[in-house]
């Protein structure tokens, strides 16, 4: 891990549980989307940090309350209500991956068809923050930019913080470094 990763990831805790990052200061009328991107070859660092990240935010802030989403057991959930979490284990081992991304699986994780279950999951309206990981373990199932588009309309004023293996510049997300996804440039940098 770099010198400058860890100085950024020491500087999440203050920053999201300082009042200004809480009430939206700074950010005009702009959404409260927020970008934490991050090499992905430091993906287990990361997940490290976050999980001593979510113990430590109640003894800094008492009282915030902070909801953590991971993108992959939210996609499980997801099949799983659908009933086609066993359906595309078995069509991948005899169609393939691209078949159950393609096909089986196209339609039920449409981010546009998300957008409530991931509020119902995330339950913004009764949370200060949420925190979403797993961007990397879901694709190309699941993409981020297409995601945050959709749910500007579900998390209301909640700040959302993604944690994501990649590079984000204030216009583009390159997941893992490498995979260009459309511009997005709604959401701000977490952490510079």
Not at 1 to 24: C, P, Q, V, W
Not at 151 to 157: F, I, T, W, Y
Request: hydrophobic content about 40%; some cysteine.
């Amino acid at each position: 891990m770099s010198a400058s990763l860890r100085e950024r990831l020491n500087k999440i805790l203050a920053r999201i549980t300082s009042d200004a990052f809480l009430s939206g200061s700074g950010i005009g009328n702009e959404i409260a989307f927020y970008i934490f991107d991050y090499p992905p070859e430091d993906e287990l660092i990361v997940r490290d940090h976050l999980r001593t990240l979510l113990q430590h935010i109640p003894k800094q802030k008492h009282g915030l309350r902070v909801k953590h989403v991971d993108l992959f057991d939210f996609v499980l959930d997801c099949l799983k209500s659908r009933n086609l979490l066993d359906k595309a284990l078995k069509m991948e081992r005899i169609k393939g991956e691209r078949f159950v991304r393609d096909e089986l699986v196209k339609g039920p994780l449409r981010e546009d068809r998300l957008n409530h279950l991931f509020a119902r999951a995330a339950q913004p309206d009764q949370h200060d923050v949420v925190i979403v990981s797993g961007a990397g373990t879901v694709w190309p199932l699941l993409r981020i930019h297409s995601l945050l588009n959709n749910l500007h309309s579900v998390m209301g004023k909640t700040p959302l913080v993604i944690f994501y293996p990649g590079s984000y510049d204030g216009l583009s997300l390159r997941l893992f470094g490498k995979i260009r996804n459309a511009n997005y440039y709604r959401a701000f940098r977490l952490v510079p």
